[in-house]
């Protein structure tokens, strides 16, 4: 026999669960739009000054068997072309997958990364890996 105290203790857990699950598809549309802004902005930071991208991927960047050339075009082109797709949630997994590619390249192709760029590479994972499982 439930007491009335479980019995109500239930049914508010009940209730602020449904708000959780209902509440599923606005955050995933937060999270996109966070994780595209980030990315897009990126990938026109790069196309502005390309003289300047083409340098950093030559001195800055050390992208493992790629060329500084073939890397920035890739990278450039993931920037501004997964993003959108994120956005507007076509082939949401394939590009959240591959921002998460991005993402860890971008990482590891930097010999010296600040502790806070790196925890914002952490974060941007996470979100990426959430809509990667979840849609």
Not at 21 to 42: E, K, M, N, T, Y
Not at 106 to 124: E, K, N
């Amino acid at each position: 026999m439930i007491t009335p105290l479980l019995h109500s203790g239930l049914t508010v857990w009940r209730t602020f669960t449904a708000a959780l699950d209902g509440a599923r598809p606005l955050a995933a549309l937060v999270a996109r739009a966070h994780i595209a802004q980030v990315f897009f902005l990126s990938g026109l930071t790069k196309i502005r000054d390309w003289d300047t991208t083409l340098l950093l991927f030559t001195e800055e960047y050390k992208v493992p068997l790629l060329s500084p050339e073939v890397a920035a075009v890739m990278g450039t082109a993931g920037e501004l072309v997964l993003p959108v797709l994120l956005l507007f949630g076509l082939a949401g997994r394939f590009a959240a997958l591959g921002l998460s590619v991005v993402n860890v390249m971008a990482v590891l192709s930097l010999s010296d990364i600040a502790p806070a760029a790196l925890q914002q590479h952490i974060t941007w994972g996470v979100l990426l890996a959430a809509l990667a499982l979840y849609g």
